[in-house]
């Protein structure tokens, strides 16, 4: 019998060796045939033709981009007049069993090209056992990925290799709070910024160099997974670490900026400059960010001091104060180089060392983005205000409503704190937070000064990123001057 053949050919066991010539659709083996008949012998030159139809591609594809390949298109040169009836061995970087599939005719069938079946691309549908993870990064396998076609006239039993053609996608993303300690950065001081941990499906590279610039444009996230068009860029203060293997990031993010909070959508931008070793890009998968936030954003609201309209020199003061003063320092007020005693502040943005409004900017949007900067120092508080301090870790808009001891409404007004450059003021900085300072100019709604008395503050903070608004309540004394 003459045929073709995928098996090494044993020398010297009479049979003739025709090579396939993969880069023609035909391979022809000449050949002498003897015949022997009632002891006459005749020989014939006989030609045997094998056709098959070559592959020109075979990749690797995520249809249900999670980072893992569910088909494989394979595409030849020219129409096929049927569909393999089944294909053994689909190797996916390593030939072993673990790391291999086979498809049965029921995963086997022509693509569409513009709405119409071609039948010159095939697609194997391994999305019920889709391939592991990884598996198409480098170092993952010692062979290249393919896979090996029938052996019959038309496939001819080729093994054409695997293109990669599955994107990189985000697998998990955990954040890892602040313990708000104080570090100092490039010689600045500042608290110890939140960090965001992100599992990436396998390694990625880019032409340029992994600047602060290029990643905050890199990973997004938005208030819920349902709906990511109202997304927008993760600030990063430096470049970020990766793991020996470089499936593992981390984001050392930038606590002046919006950063995402628990249960928020994190996912990566494809359009960057990032991409995997066979250059694909990564897909926006999105993933629901696990871990903590920090403690709850106001830590601290108080009044400072509690009593208002006494000169820290006055010997009241630390008696109604309830002030324990040790050298030059007390809970409130600091002795300065004249031995002189007074409260330091930072007047809120917008407002003059005395306290007056120059500009009171309070944005309607509590996501509003910040602007400017503010190098401001600690300066005296003036005695004809009554201020409530606030310690908190973000910025905030804060509605706020004062009453008498009776309950009778006094005068209701709004600030905010962190929309001009407060957050980036290394005086502001404290154990627990960014200090601020709620003003109240001791007159009611109608311009007249109040009288001496106890007063109740309400506020209710509102804060960007959907952050649930906080309700605090304080109260102050406000005591007249002889």
Known sequence: ??????????????????????????????????????????????????????????????????????????????????????????????????????????????????????????????????????????????????????????????????EDGVNPVLLHAIK?????????????????????????????????????????????????????SNSMAISVSEPPTTSADGLSWRLVLDSVSNAPLVDNCIFLSGNSAYNDAAHNRPYARPVTLEGKDRRRVVQFMGGYPPVAGLSANDPRFTLINSENRKDSEGRWATMDDNRQWFVPWIPPAGFDDQGKVIQNYVPRDPNEASIGSENREAIALPQNLSTLQVISNRKYVARISIYDNLGNFV?????????????????????????????????????????????????????????????KLAKTGVVTRN
Request: glycine share 8%; with cysteine.
């Open 411 to 471: 005068k209701s007004f709004d600030q905010a704190f962190g929309y001009r450059g407060e957050l980036d003021n290394p005086a502001r900085l404290s154990p627990n937070g960014m200090v601020s300072f709620l003003v109240w100019d001791l007159r009611d709604y109608r311009g007249v000064p109040v009288a001496q008395g106890v007063f109740v503050w309400k506020v209710i903070f509102d804060f960007p990123d959907g952050n649930k608004s906080e309700l």
């Open 176 to 228: 890892h709070p602040s313990d708000l300690s104080v570090i100092y950065r490039n010689g600045e001081k500042m608290h110890a910024p939140d960090t965001l941990e992100l599992l990436i499906s396998e390694a990625l590279f880019t032409d340029s160099s992994a600047s602060t610039k290029t990643w905050s444009s890199f990973v997004r996230f938005s208030n819920s997974c349902r709906d990511t």
């Open 1 to 162: 019998p003459f045929g073709f053949t995928v098996k090494q050919v044993t020398p010297n066991n009479g049979t003739l060796e025709g090579k396939v010539n993969p880069d023609i659709s035909h391979s022809v083996v000449n050949a002498t045939a003897s015949v022997s008949l009632g002891g006459e012998t005749r020989e014939s030159q006989i030609q045997l033709v094998g056709a098959y139809i070559p592959v020109v591609r075979a990749i690797a594809r995520d249809v249900n981009k999670d980072g893992k390949a569910d088909r494989i298109e394979i595409e030849f040169k020219s129409l096929l007049p049927r569909l393999p009836g089944k294909i053994d061995s689909v190797y996916w970087n390593e030939a072993i069993v673990a790391k291999s599939q086979s498809a049965a005719s029921s995963q086997i069938k022509f693509m569409l090209t513009l709405n119409r079946l071609d039948s010159s691309r095939v697609q194997l549908d391994f999305s019920d056992m889709p391939f592991g993870l990884g598996l198409s990064a480098p170092g993952s396998g010692s062979l290249s990925p393919y896979l090996i076609l029938p052996s019959d006239a038309i496939f001819a039993g080729q093994r054409p290799l695997l």
